[in-house]
């Protein structure tokens, strides 16, 4: 739930969040609320953005320190108020509340591109550049089911297994998959659907993964959530051309994964 006094900025929330809207809770779900409201003292915003600085107080509480918004989260990470102008803070502290409740399941947010065929998904992340944006417009002219090519939630199933799910930020589809594989791209003039080491693939998890607090527990909890998704999830590396075989290879390997 978002509560936003302005009315620009929540029209525009709005329009963002379209796909991913319920008339009603998810039975058995967290409720979470996030109350925007503006600033006392209105500060320019930076032409470069920087990532917030995150405190933890003794209650377990965080508060968020932006160039131009503050923000304050519950311990229990479900209650939320944000001082600013814009969309950015809200999103950004979205963002943090949605790191913060897959970390409380065992799970991760990661920057990358999640597409799905016939119930299995597959979650390919890297630098920038790597092929992200454009591995996501292949599979979706080839008709495919795009989660996300932005930001992708990853959390352990009860029954074992684990799960990926798209979220509202750029590409984005409001559904889930039985994650089959998590990996790496490359370019090349031939596509390819390779194994690769698990080292190679969690280090790449690791620099993608948002790491909603840094404090010990928030950097031991990432390690551990990355380390089981290697070890219940095969770990690739897709090459790949920018044809329409690219999307050949993965539907492939999702159908026989």
Same mark, same amino acid.
């Given at each position: 739930?978002?509560? &936003?006094?302005?009315?620009?900025?929540?029209?525009?929330?709005?329009?963002?969040?379209? !796909?991913?809207?319920?008339?009603?809770?998810?039975? @058995?779900?967290?409720?979470?609320?996030?109350?925007?409201?503006?600033?006392?003292?209105?500060?320019?915003?930076?032409?470069? !953005?920087?990532?917030?600085?995150?405190?933890?107080?003794?209650?377990?509480?965080?508060?968020?320190?932006?160039?131009?918004?503050? %923000?304050?989260?519950?311990?229990?990470? =479900?209650?939320?108020?944000?001082?600013?102008?814009?969309?950015?803070?809200?999103?950004?502290?979205?963002?943090?509340? =949605?790191?913060?409740? =897959?970390?409380?399941?065992?799970?991760? +947010?990661?920057?990358?591109?999640?597409?799905?065929?016939?119930?299995?998904?597959?979650?390919?992340?890297?630098?920038?550049?790597?092929?992200?944006?454009?591995?996501?417009? +292949?599979?979706?002219?080839?008709?495919?089911?795009?989660?996300?090519?932005?930001?992708? %939630?990853?959390?352990?199933?009860?029954?074992?297994?684990?799960?990926?799910?798209?979220?509202?930020?750029? &590409?984005?589809?409001? #559904?889930?998959? !039985?994650?089959?594989?998590?990996?790496? +791209?490359?370019?090349?003039?031939?596509? !390819?659907?390779?194994?690769?080491?698990? @080292?190679? &693939?969690?280090?790449? =998890?690791?620099?993608?993964?948002?790491?909603?607090?840094?404090?010990?527990?928030?950097?031991? @909890?990432?390690?551990?959530?990355?380390?089981?998704?290697?070890?219940?999830?095969?770990?690739?590396? +897709?090459?790949?051309?920018?044809?329409?075989?690219?999307?050949? &290879?993965?539907?492939?390997?999702? #159908?026989?994964?």
């Amino acid at each position: 739930m978002v509560e &936003v006094a302005e009315a620009g900025l929540r029209d525009s929330l709005r329009r963002m969040f379209s !796909r991913f809207v319920v008339s009603h809770p998810v039975e @058995g779900g967290e409720v979470a609320r996030l109350v925007a409201v503006g600033p006392a003292v209105v500060r320019p915003a930076p032409d470069i !953005r920087a990532l917030p600085r995150i405190l933890r107080a003794p209650d377990g509480s965080l508060s968020l320190a932006g160039e131009d918004y503050d %923000a304050t989260l519950s311990a229990d990470g =479900l209650q939320a108020r944000v001082e600013g102008r814009g969309r950015f803070p809200v999103e950004t502290v979205l963002k943090v509340m =949605l790191a913060r409740a =897959l970390a409380r399941r065992g799970g991760l +947010l990661v920057h990358g591109v999640a597409v799905a065929h016939q119930g299995r998904a597959a979650l390919f992340t890297g630098p920038s550049g790597a092929g992200k944006s454009t591995l996501g417009a +292949l599979w979706a002219q080839a008709g495919g089911e795009v989660l996300s090519d932005e930001l992708v %939630a990853v959390w352990p199933a009860p029954g074992g297994g684990w799960r990926a799910a798209g979220t509202p930020w750029n &590409v984005g589809l409001a #559904a889930e998959a !039985r994650l089959s594989a998590v990996g790496t +791209l490359a370019w090349e003039g031939v596509s !390819r659907w390779e194994a690769q080491a698990a @080292g190679e &693939v969690g280090r790449m =998890l690791l620099l993608n993964a948002l790491l909603p607090e840094a404090t010990p527990a928030g950097r031991g @909890g990432l390690l551990a959530a990355a380390g089981r998704v290697l070890s219940d999830v095969t770990p690739v590396r +897709l090459v790949f051309a920018r044809d329409a075989s690219a999307a050949a &290879v993965i539907q492939g390997a999702l #159908a026989h994964g």
